[in-house]
């Protein structure tokens, strides 16, 4: 009776029962949706009741969401949101353990996008205050390897097929490490305060908004539509080269990356060939080295950044921090050490615009970092903020705060895919507001590079066998 009882409860918790679930969809490109739901004969009532059992199931598995509104329309183009940032009617925990806020209005690029159409699913787990370990979300394309954070949920989310776009974060790669841990796109915007608010900035000088999407074709989608708006109106799609093609493109390999991993430097290679097939004008440049030990300082001034956030949100909302994040304090910095941080940091904005505009390149290529995706293991309680000292300092500085600390928009994508160091990322870095050409070339890349059928392929295996 007693079992009886308890199985009459758990049956809403069990796996429904398989459906017929169109894999290549509900993993697939958004782009060419449609046409492809009426080539395979499905109508929308199928879909529909297809990509809710999917959701669900994603979700249970996976753990990507904090949040998660079941009354949205699946047939819609969804978007989960970072749950560092405010969305009316969902509660905002920045990450914390006990933390709950319920904010009365969308922060405006949530508000943006759900203009542009995109029907809101939830939130997307976020580290702690962004400084937190990844949790226990599961990458589902490598289950093994840490997906990786801030930005964690977004990244998983968009990858198991719960949400079509993810709106998140990007600090020194907040969003752009996960997205390449997970073998999707990730784009972090031109940095722009305006475009942060309603959200948690945790180092205002480099702070960005992210987008994530299961292609760059996608994400190139939305932004055609219309790129995110500032609350005065600046948008960042209609300069820079958003008018250019790809091929008069000028597209310079950093070379400053020599001691990367071999995995990461044929997965660049790769890139370069596929560039070529497109006809991009390439070259190799050698960033100075005053530039190149900048990512130190970017990492710094973060460092700085965070302690005082952690201090207001411990004094003024009351919570403490868990021992892990508290671990990516530093030391208290010497006194003006910030305004010279940020002084060095303006510096290097115009010395490498200065260089660019002299060597007449307008996209910078460069792997995500020295070393592939980190197995859960090797991630386990080590604080997300690289320290001079640490054993491992120089292979955690990565390439990412080279467009953070400039305040430039860059774009990641998975150039190969290996079965057991999972998917190999590069990154693209273009001149402030040139989204559109950056997502122009990415989604003509990843057309060559063709790696989305295994991606897909190895998420279904996760999610099958975590039924």
């Excluded at 183009?77 to 560092?84: E, F, N, P, R």
């Excluded at 969308?106 to 997307?124: I, M, Y």
């Excluded at 411990?314 to 006194?335: F, Q, T």
């Excluded at 859960?376 to 320290?387: D, F, H, M, Q």
Aim: glycine share 10%; hydrophobic share 45%; aromatic share 4%.
């Amino acid at each position: 009776m007693t079992t009886a009882a308890a199985l009459g409860y758990l049956r809403h918790a069990l796996p429904p029962e398989e459906g017929p679930i169109p894999v290549g969809l509900l993993l697939g490109p958004v782009e060419g949706r449609a046409r492809a739901l009426d080539e395979a004969g499905l109508d929308r009532a199928a879909w529909r009741a297809a990509r809710r059992r999917w959701i669900a199931e994603a979700d249970r598995i996976t753990r990507a969401m904090t949040w998660l509104d079941a009354a949205v329309d699946p047939a819609a183009v969804t978007l989960g949101v970072k749950d560092t940032l405010d969305v009316a009617g969902m509660p905002t925990t920045l990450g914390h353990a006990t933390h709950r806020h319920h904010p009365a209005a969308d922060a405006p690029a949530v508000a943006r996008l759900r203009r542009l159409g995109l029907a809101l699913t939830g939130k997307a787990y976020a580290t702690e205050l962004n400084i937190g370990a990844p949790g226990d979300v599961l990458n589902p394309a490598f289950p093994d390897l840490s997906p990786g954070g801030s930005s964690t949920g977004s990244a998983v989310s968009v990858a198991a097929g719960i949400c079509d776009y993810a709106l998140a974060t990007d600090v020194l790669g907040s969003a752009r490490w996960p997205a390449a841990n997970c073998g999707v796109a990730g784009l972090r915007t031109t940095w722009d305060p305006g475009r942060l608010v309603g959200a948690l900035p945790v180092s205002p000088t480099q702070d960005a908004l992210g987008l994530m999407a299961r292609t760059a074709g996608d994400l190139r989608r939305l932004w055609r539509r219309g790129p995110v708006t500032t609350p005065g109106g600046v948008t960042g799609g209609g300069t820079g080269l958003a008018g250019r093609g790809v091929a008069p493109l000028r597209v310079a390999t950093v070379t400053n990356t020599r001691g990367c991993a071999p995995l990461l430097d044929q997965a660049r290679e790769h890139a370069e060939a596929a560039l070529g097939e497109l006809g991009v004008i390439r070259t190799e440049m050698e960033l100075p080295a005053e530039l190149w030990r900048a990512r130190g300082d970017a990492w710094e001034l973060c460092a700085v950044d965070v302690a005082d956030v952690v201090r207001e949100v411990e004094s003024r909302l009351g919570l403490r921090i868990s021992p892990i994040a508290r671990a990516s304090l530093g030391l208290e910095p010497a006194p003006g050490r910030r305004d010279e941080l940020v002084g060095r940091q303006e510096g290097f904005r115009r010395a490498l615009l200065a260089l660019l505009d002299r060597e007449g390149v307008d996209i910078l290529l460069m792997p995500v970092s020295s070393t592939p995706p980190k197995r859960i293991a090797e991630r386990a309680g080590k604080p997300t903020l690289p320290k001079p000292g640490d054993a491992d300092y120089a292979d955690r500085l990565g390439y990412t705060p080279i467009a953070s600390f400039a305040g430039l928009p860059a774009l990641v994508l998975p150039a190969a895919i290996h079965p057991e160091q999972g998917p190999l990322a590069v990154q693209l870095v273009g001149r402030p507001h040139a989204e559109a050409a950056l997502l122009d070339l990415g989604a003509a890349l990843e057309r060559v590079l063709d790696t989305r059928p295994e991606l897909a392929e190895r998420v279904a295996r996760t999610l099958r066998a975590g039924r």
